[in-house]
């Protein structure tokens, strides 16, 4: 069980600053005072406290408060490039960054939860002693940013007011990171005392590249403080490992979700965007996908798409559930991002107008980014992250395969900014799990109740994908988002069941998984590849709409319900003008019930070695065993849904 506030807050440790009065005479000392009149306007002790201590630790040379004016967004985009951390393109308002070749995807053995003796956290993830971290932060976070500029910036991770924001302080001494956190979160400095009173708690990160050197990648360290709700992070650059309000504060929002707020709230990896349906209504999803499994590309799919990654969802009042992103921007893979399957995005990132930050791409002797998959002829040469490149250099990729964008979503065609920054929320009637499945599950399948609804989320599974340095192979991604999760996964599955069965959750949502990765030569085609169009999301998600305010009936199978063939073939017509044959619906649909069988048994096993596990989880594995058992003995292994 965590606690908070529990063992020794490291950051006032290590910086040595107990009382407010000491805090304020270090800020007259070290600020400026223009700097110090900003810094003025917070008046929370605690917040100040946190600050004064991350300037005792790393004991910058200049202390700069970032207030998300535009003089001040201007200001940070500037000296970014100025510093060298970001170089001009040739699209005015397009940069690029590189990040060490070490440094090109979140560190997973670096990644490590600080923990108290006697604390349990998830089986998936990794945690380090107290005493240890404390020990490692004061070696070699002391004196980090000497030479440097510490900036300071105050963010809110949602629309300010919203039930499920939390305000975040994020401290770091590169300009590509706080150039980031302006294009990702909303600057809410003017607001972040009465949040932090509003919400009761706040998220505190703090961050060095230090030399930035490929030798410091050994010592580079990602540590999120789960009792103190504090991240620290050194010697690296890729915003997956640095600006923790991102990843780091996630996994301290699931914390918060689970230990404060168990089932009233659920902070998930999580795409929101809306469908438009019948008669222009508006319906909303929020949507679960492992990193660089599609989701940022799913969640465009909408008419009006919200977020891409992170999700606070919550139980409203009227009985609704709501949903707020985090965020006001993307950091978006680029590898496979084209005009076909891109448009609104391609767009920005090709012609002027929107504000890009582009990392670990290939920069073309036009000053052009470019990267694997954008539907472009490969240039003749160019440089990228390793240097120069040229098409000879067959072993090395042109771009990495986890080269990213960051952009305001606002900049993207189908971005419904009202409801972005609604403090209401979006409300949620349809809730998706997906993962990266080559042979097991059908496109689309619903969950007959919310326990089955939590169960699908239960047991996503996917590829290891670029995203990570250091995983391969087939793994177990419960609710997309297991490499988020901080605490037992048996209190995280706990939360959910209360969540969705909460009687004050009167408008159940819908539940369903996805699955668009089935390939052919797993459905007996004698050619590889993908059955189906990645575009085909759209019909999915498009059935989903209609399925949600009963415009559609379904076919029921054990693990679920599942679409009928007419319905999908008149909605391929309409969205895509594609006829849609039967023998594919039949090859995506069929019951491959011995796959089905090996993967909950799967489940079971990993379920079963976690604590505290409740009982209905297996209760309803081994409800959908018997029945496909039965089918089987019937059917047959292999159930064509005509059959059913
Ligand atoms: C991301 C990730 O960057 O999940 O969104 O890795
Ligand atoms: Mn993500």
Request: charged letters at 25%; a negative charge; one cysteine or more.
């Amino acid at each position: 069980m965590l606690e908070f506030k529990k063992g020794v807050d490291i950051l006032s440790a290590v910086g040595g600053i107990d009382s407010i009065e000491e805090a304020r005479r270090l800020f007259k000392n070290k600020l400026d005072n223009e700097h110090l009149a900003r810094l003025s306007r917070i008046t929370h002790e605690e917040v100040l406290l946190k600050i004064a201590n991350a300037i005792a630790l790393c004991q910058p040379d200049t202390i700069m408060v970032l207030t998300g004016s535009d003089a001040d967004k201007d200001f940070i985009r500037k000296y970014s490039i100025e510093k060298g951390e970001e170089t001009p393109l040739a699209i005015p308002g397009h940069t690029y960054h590189f990040d060490l070749p070490e440094d090109q995807g979140r560190l997973l053995s670096q990644t490590l939860y600080i923990v108290n003796e006697d604390e349990h956290i998830s089986s998936m993830a990794q945690k380090e002693l107290r005493s240890v971290s404390h020990a490692y932060i004061e070696k070699h976070m002391t004196g980090i940013m000497k030479g440097k500029v510490m900036f300071v910036g105050f963010y809110s991770r949602g629309p300010v007011g919203a039930q499920a924001s939390i305000p975040a302080i994020e401290i770091s001494s590169s300009t590509y990171v706080l150039h980031s956190a302006e294009l990702l979160y909303r600057n809410c400095y003017a607001d972040f005392d009465a949040e932090v009173d509003r919400r009761g708690e706040f998220f505190t990160n703090v961050h060095s590249e230090g030399p930035n050197r490929p030798e410091d990648i050994p010592n580079c360290r990602i540590y999120m403080d789960r009792s103190w709700q504090t991240t620290y992070s050194m010697f690296c650059t890729y915003a997956g490992n640095t600006l923790l309000m991102k990843k780091g504060n996630h996994r301290l929002a699931s914390d918060t979700a689970i230990y404060k707020h168990k089932g009233r709230e659920l902070s998930e990896h999580m795409f929101i965007t809306g469908m438009t349906g019948p008669g222009g209504r508006k319906t909303y999803f929020a949507g679960a996908a492992p990193s660089g499994c599609g989701k940022t590309t799913t969640a465009m799919v909408g008419s009006d798409f919200v977020g891409d990654d992170l999700a606070q969802l919550w139980i409203a009042d009227d009985g609704t559930l709501r949903a707020i992103n985090p965020e006001i921007g993307i950091f978006g893979i680029l590898e496979d991002v084209n005009r076909e399957g891109d448009p609104h995005l391609m767009k920005c990132l090709r012609e002027p107008g929107a504000e890009v930050i582009f990392s670990n791409v290939l920069i073309d002797e036009n000053k052009k980014p470019r990267w694997v998959g954008d539907g472009e002829p490969v240039p003749e040469r160019g440089i990228n992250f390793q240097g120069e490149w040229t098409p000879a250099m067959t072993d090395v990729p042109m771009s990495h395969p986890n080269s990213r964008c960051t952009l305001l979503s606002e900049a993207i065609a189908n971005h419904n900014k009202a409801v972005n920054a609604d403090p209401a929320g979006a409300p949620i009637a349809v809730v998706t799990y997906s993962g990266r499945d080559s042979d097991t599950m059908p496109p689309i399948w619903v969950a007959k109740t919310m326990d089955d609804g939590v169960v699908i989320g239960a047991s996503i599974v996917s590829k290891a994908t670029a995203t990570e340095i250091g995983a391969s192979g087939i793994r177990r991604q419960p609710w997309a988002n297991a490499p988020f999760i901080p605490g037992q996964l048996g209190d995280y599955l706990d939360a959910q069941f209360k969540f969705f069965n909460n009687p004050n959750l009167q408008k159940k949502p819908v539940i369903a998984g996805l699955n668009y990765f089935l390939t052919r030569e797993n459905r007996g085609e004698n050619r590889t590849g993908l059955l189906g169009e990645k575009k085909d999301v759209h019909v999915w998600l498009g059935w989903l709409e209609l399925y949600a305010h009963g415009d559609v009936q379904a076919l029921e199978i054990p693990i679920g319900m599942i679409p009928k063939y007419e319905d999908l073939k008149k909605i391929f017509k309409q969205k895509h003008n594609k006829d849609y044959s039967e023998d594919l619906y039949t090859k995506q649909f069929s019951l491959y019930i011995d796959n089905v069988l090996m993967l909950i048994d799967l489940e079971i096993a990993a379920w079963k070695k976690e604590e505290g596990v409740s009982q209905t989880i297996f209760t309803i594995y081994e409800t959908q065993k018997a029945e496909l058992e039965a089918l089987k003995a019937a059917k047959g292994p292999i159930v064509r849904p005509q059959d059913l």
